[in-house]
């Protein structure tokens, strides 16, 4: 197909759809296009290997904000979901992001449709929202304050004690801050497709076989597993404490994207994707994984698919980012 072409499918094929030379050594035209281009590629921790070793920056959705709110590049190329490259456009009006596929979406936040949760919104008086970044631009426009599973404890902390509040939309992360925090805050009743689906059963048996292995589980999982975790944090916690804890094995309960660089940190270290409650072994986020090298590389190359968004929603959708930057700051959480 040529590129004129695919550039007119691309709303509907989510992506450029156009041969490349297999014999093109990507890492190096990616490389190539960085410097000339003065673009800078950031990836999350569940985007597949290769594209983790091009980024500039890899990191979570709260190091993945923060980046892009500093950035200095004139396109941002964003290696994840669909809402983490709105956020990025959100702060960057004036800079150019793109995203390798624009159907890499995300379960939980297709689970919070903004017509339904702003009629939630109304039904719940005197609350304000505190929604996870895992959410549209709309969800982000009618919360309050965002947070990550960074930082979610002190956001929560940051409200007063008497202030009813609404988490939206992840029900298992809301429940677990529900446990952390003593609130009582009202939940969306929404969910991510990767993070619900590990069986306790089979990380039962996995930790018979593997005694000595500890299990490191993301609070999006549900309370089941989440009571036999050894520690529970977001991606980037997860990450560190892998590094820091002297257990040589860890069964790790989240996308196994991340286990890239718990490997590459800890090289004598073994560990074991905790398995989902299917036929598959480990557990990919299939969102995620819908970036590929190749489609980085004709993203940047061509500059589409590119992330676009009306400037009414873009300044609605940026106060509760700000909001929760000032308080992560104030917290010590970033620099
Ligand atoms: S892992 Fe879950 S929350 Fe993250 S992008 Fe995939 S579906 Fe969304």
């Not at 299990?215 to 944090?233: N, Q, S, T, Y």
């Amino acid at each position: 197909m040529n590129i004129d072409t695919a550039k007119n499918n691309v709303d509907r094929v989510g992506f450029l759809d156009v041969e490349i030379d297999p014999s093109m050594d990507l890492f190096h035209e990616i490389e190539r296009l960085k410097k000339e281009k003065n673009a800078i590629v950031l990836a999350h921790y569940y985007q597949e290997p290769d594209i983790q070793d091009v980024a500039d920056y890899i990191g979570d959705s709260l190091g993945l904000a923060q980046q892009a709110e500093k950035t200095t590049a004139d396109i941002i190329v964003f290696a994840g979901v669909h809402f983490m490259a709105e956020t990025a456009k959100i702060l960057n009006p004036e800079k150019k992001v793109l995203l390798p596929d624009l159907k890499a979406g995300c379960s939980l936040a297709d689970s919070a449709p903004a017509e339904l949760f702003r009629r939630f919104r109304e039904q719940h008086p005197g609350h304000i929202v505190i929604s996870y970044i895992n959410c549209s631009a709309d969800i982000k426009a009618l919360s309050d304050i965002i947070c990550t599973s960074s930082n979610a404890e002190k956001i929560i902390e940051s409200v007063p004690a008497d202030q009813p509040i609404i988490f939206a939309p992840d029900r298992n992360l809301g429940a677990y801050l529900n446990k952390k925090t003593g609130r009582n805050m009202v939940l969306w009743n929404g969910a991510c497709m990767v993070h619900e689906i590990f069986s306790l059963e089979k990380i039962t048996k996995l930790k018979i076989r593997h005694p000595e292995a500890k299990l490191i589980a993301h609070p999006e999982c549900e309370d089941p597993v989440l009571r036999v975790a050894d520690f529970i944090g977001s991606t980037t916690q997860l990450l560190k404490y892998t590094q820091q804890d002297n257990a040589k094995e860890f069964i790790v309960a989240t996308e196994t994207g991340i286990l890239h660089q718990m490997q590459k940190g800890n090289p004598f270290k073994t560990f074991i994707p905790a398995p989902p409650d299917n036929s598959c072994a480990c557990n990919d986020c299939p969102h995620m994984k819908l970036n590929t090298l190749e489609k980085l590389y004709l993203c940047m190359e061509f500059e589409t698919p590119e992330i676009t968004m009306d400037e009414t929603l873009r300044t609605a959708a940026k106060r509760p980012i700000e909001r929760m930057l000032e308080i992560s700051k104030a917290a010590g959480l970033i620099g």
